[in-house]
């Protein structure tokens, strides 16, 4: 039992690697885009020259047979790999899951529950799962949730100073997000100190098409800026992040706007795309750089939200050993770090320009030698910390 698949299902793609957990490598990994589109392609890698295969995959169990597919014409093949697990993605796991488990029909059921929470994600993560189940069924299906990590939060972080009732009757309450991703950068992030999760506070900045800051004191979340659903917080490319908990109720009241409408625009039309026309970050970069106005407001916007994050959680800690950026943006824009940075030498962080601009890869240290707090680039593995997780759970055996 040497391998686990992991699936990344999201609304129109998915995302697949198989780990061999013994020698710690892909075995193969790829993807399904634009699902249920005009144009659906599947890549599959697996070392050598990639297949790639035109759809239409309709949906997503088309979709993930085309994978199977994939995987008996390309290898490795998948009666012969000894399958551990199937390790999945699911972003809301509430207060019901501080850890993985292994799906049955109750954990769907609690999963589809909480799908009103976070509606750019968990529809798609049951429908991974739900076709998993049927493509794979004699493997144990593990659900791994981004909320996880977050379940040590102290009362004080995840509570909203609302009515008892809203909180103990329809559970509002902050859960935060980008656990899994949290989880597996703090950890390298004290490897690399040489010190043990526990003597270690760190700020994590997952900066992708999601965004979120997290307080991690001794290898636990102390706070994190997504809320209750993944919209609070950060800019982020179509999320608001924060706004007045007012502006749904007044847009209501005087624009005629229905509250899912609201909804929908504050998770799917906001953020970097509102204020530029561009979610992707590279995008946005492009249009400042060409002198457009919204553009540039983005970017500030952006690198203000996260001054203000970053003060708020070295507030927290009150002692940062070190800052680590993450995910698409923080891994690759050196220039988003310089700005997030700007100004707060004062509260020892700074960076080494060399280093920050070095176009690299890896694990590395972008603030000056003997920086009071190590500023750290780690590339997140979220594949490898679902298939861990996943491995552990199923077989008593960690990776
Ligand atoms: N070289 C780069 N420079 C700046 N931004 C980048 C770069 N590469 C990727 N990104 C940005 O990373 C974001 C996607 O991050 P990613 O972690 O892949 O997202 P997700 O996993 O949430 O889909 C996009 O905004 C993209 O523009
Ligand atoms: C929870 C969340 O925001 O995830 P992602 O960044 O993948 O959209
Ligand atoms: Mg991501």
Not at 111 to 131: D, Q
Request: proline share 5%.
């Amino acid at each position: 039992m040497s391998h686990v698949l992991v699936v990344n299902s999201g609304s129109s793609s998915i995302k697949y690697r198989l780990l061999d957990m013994v020698r710690r490598r892909p075995g193969a990994s790829g993807s399904v885009q634009r699902i249920g589109e005009d144009g659906a392609e599947l890549v599959h890698h697996t070392g050598g020259e990639p297949l790639t295969r035109s759809g239409p995959f309709p949906d997503h169990e088309a979709g993930l047979r085309a994978v199977l597919d994939a995987f008996a014409e390309a290898g490795p093949d998948l009666a012969q790999v000894e399958l551990a697990a199937v390790g999945h993605r699911v972003v809301h796991g509430g207060a019901r899951f501080s850890r993985p488990v292994v799906v049955d029909d109750a954990v769907l059921d609690t999963v589809a529950e909480l799908a009103p929470l976070a509606p750019l994600h968990n529809p798609a993560n049951l429908e991974g799962i739900r076709v998993g189940r049927k493509v794979l069924p004699d493997v144990p299906h593990v659900a791994v949730f981004d909320t996880a990590f977050h379940q040590t939060l102290p009362e004080t972080a995840y509570t909203y100073a609302v009515p008892d009732s809203w909180r103990a009757e329809h559970g509002v309450r902050r859960y935060g997000f980008h656990g899994t991703s949290c989880a597996y950068v703090s950890r390298r992030a004290a490897e690399w100190l040489d010190a043990e999760p526990a003597d270690v506070d760190s700020i994590v900045l997952h900066l992708g098409n999601g965004a979120s800051a997290t307080a991690v004191a001794g290898g636990r979340s102390v706070d994190t800026s997504m809320g209750m659903t993944p919209l609070e917080g950060l800019v982020m490319g179509t999320r608001s992040g924060d706004v007045d908990p007012s502006v749904p109720g007044y847009l209501e009241r005087t624009a005629g706007l229905a509250p899912g409408d609201v909804d929908a625009v504050l998770n799917r039309e906001s953020g970097l795309l509102a204020l530029s026309g561009a979610n992707d970050m590279r995008e946005v970069w492009r249009r400042a750089d060409a002198g457009e106005h919204g553009a540039q407001l983005a970017l500030d916007l952006y690198c203000h939200r996260l001054r203000k994050y970053i003060g708020a959680y070295t507030a927290v800690l009150g002692r940062v050993d070190a800052l680590v950026f993450t995910a698409g943006v923080g891994e690759n824009d050196a220039r988003i770090r310089e700005r997030a940075l700007a100004g707060l030498e004062h509260l020892g962080l700074a960076l080494d320009p060399e280093r920050n601009a070095a176009v690299a890869s890896g694990e590395r240290e972008v603030s000056p030698e003997g920086a009071d707090t190590a500023v750290l680039v780690v590339p997140t593995d979220e594949e490898l910390e679902i298939a861990d997780e996943a491995l552990e759970l199923t077989t008593g055996r960690g990776g």
